[in-house]
T-cell receptor, first 114, second 113 residues
Framework: DADVTQTPRNRITKTGKRIMLECSQTKGHDRMYWYRQDPGLGLRLIYYSFDVKDINKGEISDGYSVSRQAQAKFSLSLESAIPNQTALYFC?????????????FGEGSRLTVL | AQSVTQPDIHITVSEGASLELRCNYSYGATPYLFWYVQSPGQGLQLLLKYFSGDTLVQGIKGFEAEFKRSQSSFNLRKPSVHWSDAAEYFCAVDPGSARQLTFGSGTQLTVLP
């Protein structure tokens, strides 16, 4: 089983629908992140969390919200999806004890908003 | 403004040829530097990282990178490319906040037989 698991892996939805992407990890890491990948733009940080009570906005948080339900679970929500949120979304974890910025990624959730 | 630049969007090399992927950053101090690789349909995997010390760092899969402070660069190299190296490569920077990484836009590598 993967250390960082994202569900769903693929989702097609319509404009205005609420969507939740879920991430769970078995690595025991405190830090979790949500990134968005668009062609030619690399990865951009949406939200990050250093523990269940510490949630922070990233570079592109508008239109998104998150929930850290437990150390191992970090969900990303799109309250009212729009077409320009069509992208590949990655969850990642890190443990500062293993070095600054060494991220462990899930396999991604591809979201298409029609 | 602080930034990470990968000037090459797409590079094509023949199998067995050498490879160099460029990365430049614009930060006031020396940041922490990383290279990640993304194989098709996969998440990103760390290839190597630089924090301090020896400016030539070795990574997995035969890759190495050299930090050049005077050029604000951290270029990735491999002496002999294998077909399995075809992937997208991302340079990433932590300016020292230890809170988040900033990624470059990526370089897509195609390997010809």
């Amino acid at each position: 089983d993967a250390d960082v698991t994202q569900t769903p892996r693929n989702r097609i939805t319509k404009t205005g629908k609420r969507i939740m992407l879920e991430c769970s990890q078995t690595k025991g890491h405190d830090r979790m992140y949500w990134y968005r990948q668009d062609p030619g733009l690399g990865l951009r940080l949406i939200y990050y969390s250093f523990d269940v009570k510490d949630i922070n906005k990233g570079e592109i948080s508008d239109g998104y919200s998150v929930s850290r339900q437990a150390q191992a679970k970090f969900s990303l929500s799109l309250e009212s999806a729009i077409p320009n949120q069509t992208a590949l979304y990655f969850c990642a974890t890190s443990d500062p004890g293993q070095g600054v910025g060494e991220l462990f990624f899930g396999e991604g959730s591809r979201l298409t908003v029609l | 403004a602080q930034s990470v630049t990968q000037p090459d969007i797409h590079i094509t090399v023949s199998e067995g040829a050498s490879l160099e992927l460029r990365c430049n950053y614009s930060y006031g101090a020396t940041p922490y530097l990383f290279w990640y690789v993304q194989s098709p349909g996969q998440g990103l995997q760390l290839l190597l990282k630089y924090f301090s010390g020896d400016t030539l760092v070795q990574g997995i899969k035969g890759f190495e990178a050299e930090f050049k402070r005077s050029q604000s660069s951290f270029n990735l190299r491999k002496p002999s490319v294998h077909w399995s190296d075809a992937a997208e490569y991302f340079c990433a920077v932590d300016p020292g906040s230890a809170r988040q990484l900033t990624f470059g836009s990526g370089t897509q590598l195609t390997v010809l037989p």
